[in-house]
């Protein structure tokens, strides 16, 4: 069974940093593309920065320099760096894996508020 768990959400300063992680089990984690997503109130869900079996990241142009993806295969876990975060970037953060399927996690709640 797979599953995908994020955790390191909450509430936040705007200016404030969070880290995300989301532990995998279930799937030969070193070979899947990993991706975090998000999906703010009344929109779309919208790809925040992926990382693939090689190590090559890519960024949404919202998020660069801000926000960093990285993965520690090791521990079958995938991480967000988020800093200078601003009140946009309030949403439910999701993880997922993709390969020849993709999996999902449940999502973790970051509020960026004063």
């Known amino acids: 069974q797979v599953q995908l768990v994020e955790s390191g959400g909450g509430l936040v300063q705007p200016g404030g940093s969070l880290r995300l992680s989301c532990a995998a089990s279930?799937?030969?984690?070193?070979?899947?593309?990993m991706g975090w997503y998000r999906q703010a109130p009344g929109k779309q869900r919208e790809l925040v920065a992926i990382?693939?079996?090689?190590?090559?990241?890519n960024h949404a142009d919202s998020v660069k320099g801000r926000f960093t993806i990285s993965r520690d295969n090791a521990k079958n876990t995938v991480y967000l760096q988020m800093n200078s975060l601003k009140p946009e970037d309030t949403a439910v953060y999701y993880c997922?894996?993709?390969?020849?399927?993709?999996?999902w996690g449940k999502g973790t709640l970051v509020t960026v508020s004063s």
């Open positions: 279930g799937i030969i984690f070193s070979i899947y593309t």
């Open positions: 997922a894996a993709h390969r020849d399927m993709d999996y």
């Open positions: 990382i693939t079996s090689g190590g090559s990241v």
